[in-house]
């Protein structure tokens, strides 16, 4: 399989999907470089025998900084999982500019910033495969979830432009849109919550970090060659 010695980078590896990622991209043979917004994130990829570097999506410097680096010692990264996400979840009345500017910049500007950069490496090799971690959240919507979801929606709609604008270099675009997904940025949903949430999951249960990052595994292989600018939902069928 050619998936051997491919670089892959992926946002936000420290926790959760990306930190599962990580590790099994690294378990199959990939050179993975993942970010962390802190030192000591960073510090634990490398404890993995992960290349961890440090990236802030909501900081215009960390992210100038970031990709003259990728440009400087990366441009060999063939594979990018924009990956990395927050929430900041409130009501429009009550939602602060802030709140709604935050959301978008880490998921929609960041996507856009970090794929212009790696998307020049892969032209040149004219090979590459793109997943943006997106949500059911874009399809669905979700009471409180307003800048998430219209981030992510974006996200798909670019993914969606931008396989058709490569496409023809044989890069391929595609958005990974899980339900709910047992890691940190799920474990604030309260008891009662989480009863009435798993009322509406077909499965009864929050998927696993490790059934998202298979998925994912499976995407940027050559077998998923003839896959682009799809959103491939993961939720339990919670949207269907
Ligand atoms: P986690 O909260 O577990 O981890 C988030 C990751 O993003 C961390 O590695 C964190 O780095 C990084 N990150 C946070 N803020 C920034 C920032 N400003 N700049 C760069 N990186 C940042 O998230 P999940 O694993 O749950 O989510 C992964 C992706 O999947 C996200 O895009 C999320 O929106 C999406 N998703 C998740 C769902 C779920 O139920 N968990 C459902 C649907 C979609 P660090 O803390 O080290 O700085």
Partial sequence: MSKEKKKILITGASRGIGKSLALKSKENGYVVVGTSTSKRG???????????????????????????????DHSDIEILINNAGITRDNIVLRMSDEEWTEVLNVHLNGTFKISKTILKFMLKKKWGRIINLTSASASIGNRGQANYAAAKAGVEAFSRSLAKEVGSRGITVNSVAPGYIETDMTEQINDEMREEILKQIPLSRFGKPEEVSDLIEFLITDEASYITGQTIHINGGLYM
């Fill in 42 to 72: 960073v510090q634990e990829l490398e404890n993995e025998g992960i290349l961890g570097l440090e990236l802030n999506l909501n900081d215009d410097r960390s992210i100038k900084e970031f990709n003259n680096f990728l440009i400087k």
